[in-house]
């Protein structure tokens, strides 16, 4: 009797885990035409980033006498889409999986967020594959949905050159193989 009432409890989480990913997924905006991956590629994964954008607070080059901060990289962990762990996502940018695998990758075409207070939307397209294993046949990479993660417009001078801020971002990460021709 016990496990008839945990199971259809089960089944009801999943129901409704089931049916926020479609509420989610549906509510996503288009992506937007230059983000789009050549047609040879297929996606492999999805992952959700949760993390932080660090930004270092530096002297301008066209005006070494004013300070802005300056992006340095993010710090973030990779979540599937069933709650695991998946990797991490770190400078260069890179991404590696649990397994030890990663791509590093380059900005090739970028769109801005729906929401302007959102880091820009990316395509990435993969510079590099060490180790074996999830992402060593990723060839291109896309940044989407992003939420949080712009640069603070505040903070920033002379006094505190050389400082690092961190602000709060996720994003979907979709990762792309090249298919057999």
Known sequence: MMWRRFASG??????LAAASVVAVQAGSPA????????QQNVQL??????GVQVYVCKARAEDPSTFEWSFKGPIAELWN?????????????????????????EVVERANAPDPDSIPWLLLKAKSNPGA???????????????????????????????????????????YYGAAQ
């Open 31 to 38: 992506i937007p035409d230059n983000l789009k991956v050549p």
């Open 10 to 15: 089960y089944l009801a989480l999943i129901a």
């Open 81 to 105: 889409e069933r709650g695991e762990k998946v990797g991490k996502h770190y400078g260069g940018p890179t991404w590696e999986g649990n397994d030890g695998s990663t791509v590093v990758a």
């Open 133 to 175: 294993g999830a992402f060593s046949t990723v060839t291109y990479v896309q940044r989407l949905d992003t939420a949080g993660g712009v640069a603070p417009t505040d903070g920033c001078d002379q006094a505190r050159a050389g400082t690092e801020r961190e602000v709060g971002y996720t994003a979907t990460y979709a990762y």
């Open 45 to 50: 994964l999805k992952t959700q980033a949760t």
